[in-house]
C-alpha cells in the first residue's frame, strides 16, 4: 500500500509539473517547468548578468561567434529554441550556458583557440548543456522529492537569481559534475558533425585547457600561491580522457574534404582581439571626477549619473542608491563633528573614523530613519572641501543579513574615495593578438624580450600558440604576437 501511494504521489507530480521527453537523452525526464519557464528564467538571469558583466564590443566577431553558435544550434536536439550568443568581456578562460538558450564565451578563451572548429567545438558542448536541460535535471536530483523547494528556486522569477553574486555560483556557470559534462561532451560533438566540424577538435581544446592548467599550478607553486584555474567547458576531463575520446568517436568521422576546420579564416576575424586585462575589467565602474579631482568606485553594474548638485549611482535593480554632494569645508571642524552638523544629530551608530589616501573623514548611520533617510552616511575632507556620502536602500530588504550586505557594498564605495590620478585619466595601453609569420630565426624567447605582458611573456606567448612547454614555431607559419 505504501509502495502504491508513492507511485500514485509521482504520477501526481509527473501530471503537475509536466513529464516531458527529453529529445538529447532521448528518455523521459521528469521536469519542473515548461519550456516557456526555462527560457523565461534563462532571459532573467541573462538580464541580470549582462547587466554586471561587460559584453565585448566588436560587432564583427560578435557576429562570427553568433553565426558558428547558431550552425550549431541548427545541428542541435532543440533547433526549434532560439539562442543567443554573447562574449564576455573577460581574460578568464571560460565558457558557459545558461537555461533557455543562452550561451556564453569569454575574451580570454577566444585568443588561446586557434580554428573556428575548435570554437564551434566550446560553443556546442555549451549547447549541449541546454538541449539536455541539465540546469533543471540537476536541481531536480540534488533535491529529491523536495518539489516545493525546487520550485521556489527554479520556477519562481526573483527567486532564481537573487543577486549577481548568486548568479556566478550557480551550475550554470560553475558545472555541472562529470557525468552531465560528459553527456554535454556527446551531445556537442554529435552537433558539431551535424554541422560539418571535425569532433576530433574537442580533443584539441582538451589540450590547450590542460596547458593552461600545467601552467597555473606551477606558477602558483613558484608564487607560492593558491592555483587559480579556469572552470566551466571540459573542466572535468583529464588529458588522455578514454571516455571523451569514446564520445567524439562516437560522433562519426567526416571525410577529409568534408571537414571544417577554417584556421585561417579565424586567424583573420580574431586578428586584433584584446589580451589580457581590458580597461573596463579593472575598476570597471569607477567615477573620475577631473574638475573637482576625486576618484571613487561605484558597486559594478550600477548607473553613475553626474546630476547638477549630486553624482548619482544606482543599482541595477534600484534596489540602492549612492550619492556624492560637495560642501565648503568649516574651518578645522573635525570630521565626526561636521558629520553630525549635516545631518542635526548628536550622535550617529555604527560610526567610525576614516582615514584613507591621506584624507581624513567619518561615517555611521543616523540614530532616526525615516523612508526618506539615508542608511549609511560618511563625510571625508578634501583640501577645502568636504565630501557628504550617502547610501540609501530603497526598500528595507527585511532580513538583517540583505541589510549589512547593502551596508558592505556602501562601506566598500566610500573606502575606494581617493584624490584622482594621472593614471585615472590617461588612457589605457590596450593590448591586442596580431598574426605575424615566423621565420627560421624565430624564437618565443627572443619575441617575449619585446612584449610587454610580463614576466611569464614567452610562456604566455606558448600557451597562445599552442606550443606550451616547448617547441618553436617553424618558417613561414603564422604565429599570435602581443602588441
Not at 148 to 176: E, H, P
Not at 256 to 267: A, G, P
Not at 440 to 451: E, Q, V, Y
Request: charged share 25%.
Amino acid at each position: 500500500m505504501h509502495t502504491f501511494r508513492k507511485l500514485m504521489v509521482a504520477a501526481l507530480l509527473a501530471s503537475a509539473v509536466g513529464c516531458a521527453f527529453n529529445p538529447a537523452t532521448n528518455r523521459p525526464d521528469l521536469v519542473l517547468m515548461s519550456e516557456e519557464k526555462e527560457i523565461k528564467i534563462g532571459r532573467e538571469m541573462h538580464e541580470k548578468l549582462v547587466a554586471s558583466t561587460p559584453t565585448y564590443n566588436d560587432p564583427i566577431l560578435n557576429a562570427y561567434v553568433e553565426h558558428v553558435g547558431q550552425k550549431i544550434a541548427r545541428a542541435s536536439d532543440r533547433p526549434d529554441l532560439t539562442y543567443y550568443f554573447t562574449i564576455i568581456d573577460s581574460q578568464d578562460i571560460n565558457a558557459f550556458a545558461l537555461p533557455g538558450g543562452y550561451v556564453y564565451i569569454n575574451r580570454g578563451l577566444l585568443t588561446y583557440l586557434q580554428s573556428e572548429a575548435e570554437m564551434a567545438a566550446v560553443l556546442a558542448h555549451e549547447v549541449g548543456h541546454i538541449t539536455a536541460r541539465h540546469a533543471v535535471r540537476q536541481k531536480t536530483a540534488a533535491t529529491g522529492a523536495g518539489v516545493a523547494s525546487v520550485l521556489s528556486v527554479l520556477v519562481t522569477g526573483s527567486g532564481v537569481v537573487g543577486d549577481v553574486a548568486n548568479l556566478w555560483s550557480t551550475a550554470a556557470v560553475k558545472g555541472y559534475g562529470r557525468d552531465m559534462e560528459l553527456e554535454a561532451d556527446r551531445f556537442g560533438a554529435q552537433y558539431m558533425y551535424n554541422a560539418g566540424y571535425d569532433p576530433q577538435s574537442m580533443i584539441n581544446v582538451i589540450a590547450l585547457l590542460k596547458d593552461q592548467e600545467t601552467f597555473a599550478r606551477r606558477r602558483a607553486r613558484v608564487e607560492g600561491k593558491k592555483q587559480q584555474t579556469y572552470h566551466g567547458v571540459f573542466s572535468s576531463h583529464p588529458r588522455n580522457d578514454i571516455r571523451l575520446r569514446e564520445v567524439v568517436e562516437a560522433a562519426g568521422e567526416l571525410p577529409e574534404d568534408k571537414k571544417i576546420t577554417k584556421v585561417e579564416y579565424y586567424r583573420e576575424r580574431t586578428d586584433g582581439l584584446v589580451y589580457g586585462k581590458n580597461a573596463q575589467e579593472s575598476e570597471k565602474n569607477r567615477f573620475n571626477h577631473k574638475s573637482l579631482g576625486f576618484s571613487l568606485l561605484f558597486p559594478d553594474g550600477w548607473n553613475v549619473e553626474n546630476q547638477r548638485s549630486a553624482i548619482v549611482g544606482t543599482a541595477p535593480d534600484k534596489s540602492a542608491t549612492m550619492t556624492i554632494r560637495v560642501a565648503k569645508r568649516d574651518g578645522n571642524q573635525p570630521a565626526d563633528m561636521a558629520l553630525r552638523g549635516v545631518y542635526d544629530v548628536r550622535s550617529l551608530e555604527e560610526d567610525e573614523a576614516l582615514s584613507q589616501y591621506r584624507l581624513e573623514g567619518h561615517t555611521g548611520k543616523l540614530p532616526v530613519r525615516t523612508a526618506d533617510s539615508p542608511d549609511r552616511v560618511a563625510v571625508l575632507f578634501y583640501g577645502s572641501r568636504q565630501y557628504i556620502l550617502e547610501g540609501k536602500i530603497a526598500e528595507e530588504p527585511g532580513d538583517q543579513e540583505k541589510q549589512a550586505e547593502y551596508d558592505n557594498l556602501f562601506m566598500t564605495s566610500i573606502r575606494s574615495f581617493r584624490p584622482l590620478r594621472k593614471t585615472d585619466v590617461v588612457k589605457p595601453d590596450i593590448k591586442r593578438v596580431r598574426y605575424v609569420q615566423a621565420n627560421d630565426k624565430t624564437t618565443f624567447s627572443s619575441l617575449a624580450r619585446h612584449m610587454e605582458i610580463g614576466e611569464y611573456a614567452e610562456e604566455q606567448l606558448r600557451l597562445l600558440n599552442g606550443y606550451y612547454p616547448r617547441g618553436e614555431p617553424k618558417a613561414g607559419e603564422w604565429i599570435k604576437i602581443v602588441q
